[in-house]
Structure formats: structure tokens, C-alpha cells
């Protein structure tokens, strides 16, 4: 069957075991999890020396994984059985090429043995005859990269698997700055929450110090940069947002000058109204809310307007509608402008 990886950890957890598994894609953090998970916890300190055998795509012949997994396992209910790098393991010569010189085994698996095929980096074939009968007998999980714009969803939600709130802001931060490795952004979390165990909440100042994210350049600075009128500081951001590998992908910093500019358009129609509904009808706290008020002299309704028609245009061009420029062209130009609105 196919399987979620909440649905495989729940059935582990549970000790609910399925003779064979196949986990796959180009993903590979949660592969390394599932794979750490069958090393380390299925099976007891004392149960591992004689019953936990870890084997490697390229050096494994089909007659290695096959005899390990039908022996018996000693002094233990089962034993585990791990074939890691399974996308360079070669197995025979014609039919049983790959992993399809397992299909014997699959077809009929040892009802005391638990064998993980970890395959990394790409998916197996799903029409071959081993992957079908893997989903018949066994569990098959695909590991797909997550796409840009679902990153900081994930990193929120992977915030409250482990009990540290990771708001939007920073989760989006973390994405535009490390990228969409899974493994990388879950060690950089990791090590925060180490240096600062007391803290439950991820803020700004937390990423900056820990993972070395400019504070002077940081992205979520530059929509108070621009409407500042602060053109030096501006482009000086800019700059670095084009030069630097970690800078600010377009999409990005349109979505967080709309939200500025949306805020600032709203703030126009709740003047003369209390701080308290002021604030609530801009979903802000009260707080922060002299800091946009203060902006509109300088910006009036009418120029946030061709603000927002300006992230508009530029966020259906960073699509390629009406655009063959470079995100970095287009970044220029959007921001040049909106200084000039």
C-alpha cells in the first residue's frame, strides 16, 4: 500500500510491522528518518548484535539480501533487515534486474524478518512487478521535494511537531535564507533550540544570531526601507539581496511588500478611529500601530495604489506572463520604480 509518513510512524510507534517496505524519492530526510528509526528502535541494544544486518546497494548481491532475510532471528521475536543506496543495487543479469531479483522473496517474505529497501534520491519504478507486489505485501512511501512555495508551510508545521511555534514571518525567512533542504533547515532548528533550550517560539533575533542571517539586510526590513524613503539603505538591500547566494528570491519579496502595502492601503480607512480598533481592523497589535499611521503623510492612498498595481504586474512577469527578464531584472526595475512612485 502507499503510505503517508505520520501513517508509518503511527504503525512503528504501535509496533505494527509490515513485513517489507520500500521508501523512496528525492527527498531524503524522511528517508533518513524512517531508516534511523528502524536501526535504533525496533529492536533492543542487546537484540541488535545479532539481529539488525545493514547491507549497501552496490556491494550487496541478490543471494546477500535474500539468505539474510530467511534466516532466523537469534534470542529475539524478529530480526531487521536494511538495504540502503537500493538504486545501485544491480541484482541479475535479464528479468531480475534490480530490485526485481528480490520478487521471490517479496512474493513470499519470512513472516520474522522486517526489510527496509531504502532507494534515495529518485523514485523506484513504479511498473515493475517488485514495486507492485511491494504495495500488495508490504508499505511503499514516496518522498517528494517539496515545492518553494509550500516550504514555509512546512517549516511551521514541522515547528509544531517538536514543540517550537515557528510564526509565518520566520518560517519564510528560514526558507529564503537555507533553501528547500529539509535535513539542512531541521539541523539549523535543531541548533537553536540547543543554544537557547528555555525558549519555545523561534523569532528573528534567534535566526540571526544562530544561523547568520543579516540583521542589516534582512528581507522583512526592506518594505520599511522603501516607504522610509530611505533610497540609499534601499538599494544598498537590494544589492545584497542580488549578489549574495542566500538573498531574497522575487516572489518572496513581492509577497512581503504586498502585505506592507496592503496594510498601509487598509490603515488609510481606519483613520480617526481608536488604537484599539485601529489595530484590530488591521489585525496588528496596537503597538506596532503608530509605526504605520506614521507613514501616511508621505504616502498617500493614491501611491500605495500604483504600489500595488506595481507588485501586481511584477509577480504575474517573475511567471514569464509578459516577461523573459531574470528574476534579478525584474527586481531592479520593480524596485526602482516603486521609489519613484
Known amino acids: 500500500m502507499n503510505a503517508d509518513y505520520k501513517k508509518i510512524q503511527q504503525t512503528l510507534k504501535t509496533r505494527e510491522y509490515a513485513p517489507v517496505y520500500l521508501i523512496d524519492g528525492e527527498e531524503t530526510y524522511y528517508l533518513e528518518q524512517i531508516t534511523n528509526y528502524f536501526e535504533d528502535k525496533i529492536l533492543s541494544p542487546a537484540e541488535k548484535d545479532f539481529n539488525l544486518t545493514i547491507l549497501y546497494g552496490k556491494d550487496a548481491t541478490p543471494n546477500d539480501v535474500l539468505n539474510t532475510c530467511k534466516r532466523f532471528p537469534m534470542f529475539a521475536e524478529r530480526q531487521v533487515v536494511i538495504l540502503k543506496d537500493a538504486s545501485n543495487f544491480k541484482g541479475g543479469d535479464k528479468d531480475d534486474k534490480g530490485l526485481n531479483a528480490l520478487l521471490s522473496y517479496i512474493e513470499k517474505p519470512s513472516p520474522t524478518t522486517i526489510l527496509l529497501i531504502e532507494h534515495p534520491f529518485k523514485k523506484a519504478d513504479t511498473k515493475t512487478r517488485f514495486v507492485k507486489r511491494v504495495k500488495e505485501k508490504g508499505v511503499h512511501f514516496t518522498s517528494d521535494k517539496i515545492k518553494d512555495d509550500l516550504l514555509p508551510d512546512w517549516i511551521e508545521r514541522y515547528g509544531g511537531d517538536i514543540g517550537f511555534t515557528i510564526a509565518r514571518q520566520e518560517a519564510e525567512m528560514l526558507a529564503s535564507y537555507l533553501g528547500s533542504d529539509l535535513k539542512k533547515i531541521a539541523n539549523e532548528v535543531e541548533k537553536i533550540r540547543i543554544n537557547v ?8 533575533e534567534l535566526i540571526q544570531k544562530y544561523i547568520g542571517i543579516s540583521k542589516e539586510y534582512n528581507v522583512f526590513e526592506f518594505p ?10 534601499a538599494y544598498k538591500m537590494l ?3 542580488l549578489a549574495n547566494n542566500k538573498g531574497a528570491p522575487l516572489a518572496l519579496v513581492v ?4 502585505n506592507h502595502f496592503s496594510r498601509m492601503y487598509s490603515a488609510h480607512f481606519v483613520r480617526g478611529k481608536s488604537d484599539k480598533e485601529a489595530a484590530a481592523a488591521l489585525g496588528m497589535s496596537p503597538y506596532f500601530l503608530k509605526d504605520v499611521m506614521s507613514l501616511l503623510p508621505n504616502w498617500p492612498l493614491s501611491r500605495v495604489e500604483r504600489c500595488l498595481l506595481l507588485l501586481a504586474k511584477y509577480n504575474t512577469m517573475s511567471v514569464g506572463i509578459n516577461s523573459t527578464a531574470s528574476d534579478k531584472e525584474l527586481m531592479k526595475e520593480m524596485v526602482g520604480l516603486m521609489l519613484e512612485a
Open 239 to 241: 544589492s545584497f539581496f
Open 224 to 233: 520599511n526601507a522603501i516607504t522610509a524613503l530611505d533610497k540609499e539603505k
Open 255 to 258: 509577497g512581503i511588500l504586498y
Open 197 to 204: 533550550p528555555n525558549e519555545n517560539k523561534l523569532t528573528v
